[in-house]
Structures are given as structure tokens and as C-alpha cells.
């Protein structure tokens, strides 16, 4: 099972053939600005598509603590997205309160999951919505 640094790679060297289609969801690549280093930073997540945008979740496993990217975007959040072999460059934004309930159920119908790993934590796990640049 691919994930992490090898899943981006063979995600990369293959437009997406390898590693689209991942435990019966999909993902994409997600690349940030690290806040503190400035390196590009490339991250293999579940995603939905919303309309022209992709959504993702910011779950951690239901860790505690919000996901590194998650702070990389917050802090800039021009970033570039790689859905297959689309490469395009997007701006992250949280999905407001009234929102995320809509876009929670389309992200927990692809990973039931999300749900219990918002159980696991008190921080409210935010859905993230990556609007591709125009």
C-alpha cells in the first residue's frame, strides 16, 4: 500500500496511474509552502470534487493536532494541486460554518472514516476547499 513520500513519487512519475485510486477512494497531491523552511512540500490526500473545486479534510487520524499541511496552507495558501495528470496551481481556503455539514457528508461517503477520527478529538476537523487559480 502506497502512502507518503512513495506515493507521491510514483503519483508523479505516472500522471496519476499509480496512486489515483488508492483503498477504494481517490487522492490527489497537494503541494504547500512550508511556513517555516519556505520548501515545497507535496502531500498524497483524499479528495472530492466540488464543483470546479476539490475538497479535502484535515483529519490527522483524529490526532489532536491539525496535520502539518494543514498549517502550511493557513499560512499561505496559494498552493498547487496535481489531480491525475492535471497540474494546476489553486488557493485553499476553509469551508465556512454553514458549508462544511454539505461538504463533510460528500468527503465521509469516500472515507467513513473522517467520522471517527473526528470522535477521537475535541478540535473541530476543518474541510478544506482548494479553488483552482483562474
Known amino acids: 500500500m502506497l502512502f507518503g513520500d512513495e506515493h507521491v513519487k510514483r503519483y508523479e512519475e505516472t500522471d ?3 496512486g489515483h485510486e ?8 497537494l503541494t504547500t509552502t512550508g511556513r517555516k523552511s519556505g520548501q515545497q512540500r ?6 472530492q470534487k466540488h464543483g470546479d473545486d476539490y475538497l479535502v479534510v484535515a483529519s490527522k487520524g483524529g490526532a ?4 502539518s499541511w494543514y498549517l502550511n ?3 499561505n495558501p496559494d498552493v498547487r494541486v496535481q489531480v491525475k495528470g492535471d497540474k494546476f ?10 458549508e462544511k455539514p454539505g461538504m463533510w457528508r460528500e468527503m465521509t461517503a469516500v472515507w467513513p472514516a473522517y467520522d471517527d477520527y473526528q470522535k477521537k478529538t475535541s478540535r473541530e476537523i476543518p474541510v478544506v ?3 483552482p487559480a483562474s
Open 64 to 67: 489532536d493536532e491539525p496535520p
Open 73 to 75: 496552507l493557513v499560512a
Open 22 to 29: 488508492w483503498q477504494g477512494t481517490t487522492t490527489l497531491i
Open 89 to 98: 496551481a489553486a488557493r485553499a481556503r476553509v469551508a465556512t460554518p454553514e
Open 129 to 131: 476547499v482548494l479553488e
Open 42 to 47: 507535496r502531500h498524497p490526500l483524499i479528495y
Open 16 to 18: 496519476g496511474a499509480e
